[in-house]
């Protein structure tokens, strides 16, 4: 074991914390990591208190942020970054974590591994600096009215204007509703970007994108050759698919405010074909037949109706306790959702390391896990099941289920692309690189003044570098779709596919990286190969 000095005196005392701070470690029971070293008890023992410590605090910050979502005052979560800086990520503790790690093996490298890596997040998500200007950034979105009409309403309704109002001159308003924003927030969120990419570069890294990918086990080249493919591949599928839907809506060529509506509104079925009640009980009748227990699928699930996200699984503690905000509704969309979510606190509740470290995953395979789920909701076999509905209805339904996920993949595209390039080439013109790709990956001819658009989108503020993983998860979903059916012939009723949820994706929780997890539960490596079939065979 490699010595290190001993911090002395006692760095830790709650005299360092606010009063919110210091009652929120009494609460917890925070424990003082310096009390004994490493040297005194083992590094086994003293890492327990830490990974203790980090436990405790992302149990209560957790359930704080799902109390806030309810409406209830959850207190200054600045507290919680405070604890956190003094009990976990103290850079005494990462020094001794640091000059331990290579004599370490097995589960307790790794444990301490996925701590350094949460260590290195939080030395930019907290450092003062970028508090400084994230917060005031996310206020003001928090406070953000637009205008429709004679309404001022809040971003959350501004999009449902969008996705779901039957006036397109609402829908085109809505949309340019966030100009303003965009405009207002443009020059701070660069400053943030470069504030970050310092911080990243301080660490060794080429910038923020580079410390992202390299810790989320993503390879860059990897990635963007993902992205050429899936833009090459679907480009005619697309164009087809807005020529249709042009025709649908009676106008000559779509606009960004038309394809949410488009794709979720003016569906060939009527949204009560998916009746919002009934998504629990279809939940359950999925779950048996993979061979869960009734007990798995009693998990909260609360109703919020002023809930913008339509969803949200909270992993208060994973392998414990878990909850779901919905906003029900009916139609696919809700389905979509309510599966998506559930597949989230399936994978959350069932996560079996008894390690916070290793029971919380990289957000990549998260949204895989529940992209899974969630691709029920467009599977013809599925659907026939669980709805009467025609041959020719469910055709229809499958063709547009398709379009969703064009829709979807190729706003991703976007989305990736400019966020990645919006920290990689700080010197382009954001707002043309962003009509560019609005073009080039949407088919949309706008005008320059809607350049802005990218700055009043709150995701750039507070989860950057975020977007890919939800193209991920959807090639994710897809090959292990692929393997299944391949291997058994069918995903419904088969007590074979519950086991392999379990014993190849939740069970070993990050024991291993996502990208080993997947290709030894695949038999290959992650590609796009089976999104693609997908995409022809609907």
């Given amino acids: 074991m490699t010595p290190v000095q001993r911090f002395d005196p006692l760095a830790l005392t709650l005299d360092t914390l606010t009063q919110a701070a210091q009652e929120e470690a009494v609460k917890l029971g925070l424990r003082n990591p310096f009390k004994e070293l490493p040297s005194e008890i083992g590094f086994a023992a003293w890492f327990a208190v830490i990974e203790e410590n980090f436990r405790a605090l992302q149990v209560a910050e957790c359930r704080a942020v799902f109390d806030r979502y309810q409406g209830e005052d959850a207190g200054d979560l600045d507290r919680f970054r405070e604890c956190y800086l003094v009990y976990c990520h103290d850079e005494m503790v990462e020094r001794h974590c640091r000059a331990n790690l290579d004599d370490l093996t097995g589960l307790l490298h790794r444990r301490v591994e996925l701590f350094l890596e949460q260590v290195l997040q939080f030395r930019i998500a907290g450092d003062p600096a970028i508090a400084e200007h994230q917060t005031p950034l996310e206020e003001r979105f928090i406070k953000f009215r637009g205008t429709v009409g004679d309404k001022q309403l809040s971003s959350g309704q501004l999009n449902q204007v969008i996705k779901r109002d039957a006036d397109r ?21 660069i400053h943030l970007v470069e504030q970050r990419n310092r911080l990243a570069r301080n660490l060794g890294y080429r910038d923020f994108v580079d410390l992202r990918w390299k810790h989320s ?8 050759g993902v992205l050429d493919t899936i833009e090459r591949e679907t480009a005619a599928p697309y164009a087809a698919m807005c020529e249709d839907l042009a025709r649908m809506l009676g106008v000559e060529r779509l606009q960004p405010w038309d394809v949410a509506y488009a794709v979720d509104v003016v569906s060939p079925l009527p949204p009560e074909t ?31 109706d002023s809930f913008s996200m339509g969803g949200l699984c909270f992993g208060i503690e994973p392998g414990k ?3 779901i905000l919905f906003a029900p509704a009916d139609g696919p969309r809700f389905y979509r959702t309510f599966f998506h979510e559930f597949g989230h ?36 076999l599925w659907v026939r099941a669980n709805f009467d509905m025609s041959a020719d209805d469910l055709d229809a339904y499958s063709k547009h289920a398709r379009y969703a996920a064009l829709a979807w993949m190729r706003t991703l595209l976007v989305n990736v692309r400019f966020e990645h390039a919006l920290y990689v080439n700080q010197d382009m013109d954001q707002d043309a690189f962003f009509l560019q790709l ?34 991920i998860a959807e090639l994710i979903a897809r090959q292990t779709r692929e393997y299944l059916l391949a291997r058994d012939g069918t995903l419904l009723d088969n007590p074979r596919v519950g086991e392999f949820l379990m014993n190849q994706f939740y069970l070993p929780g990050a024991g ?3 990208p080993v997890k997947i290709e030894e539960a695949t038999g290959k490596i992650l590609d796009a190969d089976a999104f693609f079939r997908y995409l022809r065979a609907v």
């Avoid at 086990?217 to 963007?224: G, T």
């Avoid at 009746?275 to 909260?300: H, N, V, Y």
């Avoid at 390690?355 to 599977?379: H, K, P």
């Fill in 274 to 304: 998916f009746d919002q009640t009934g998504a629990q009980t279809r939940m359950e009748k999925l779950l048996r037949g993979w061979g869960f227990p009734a007990s798995a699928t009693q998990i909260p699930a609360m109703r919020c």
């Fill in 169 to 189: 001159g609402a829908r085109q308003q809505a949309w340019e509703a966030f100009l303003p924003m965009g405009e207002e927030s443009r020059e701070a969120i």
């Fill in 345 to 380: 606190a399936m994978h959350f509740r069932n996560a079996g390391m008894n390690s916070i470290l290793l029971n919380v995953e990289d957000m990549a395979f998260n949204e895989g896990m529940a992209v899974f789920y969630e691709s029920f909701v467009s599977d013809p």
């Fill in 217 to 224: 086990n993503i390879n860059e080249e990897w990635l963007l």
């Fill in 321 to 323: 306790d878990v909850a």
């Fill in 512 to 514: 291993k990286s996502w």
């Fill in 438 to 471: 609005q073009k080039s990956c949407g088919g949309f001819d706008l005008p320059a003044s809607a350049g802005m658009r990218w700055a009043a989108d709150q995701m750039t503020v507070s989860l950057p570098i975020n977007w890919h993983n939800y193209v």
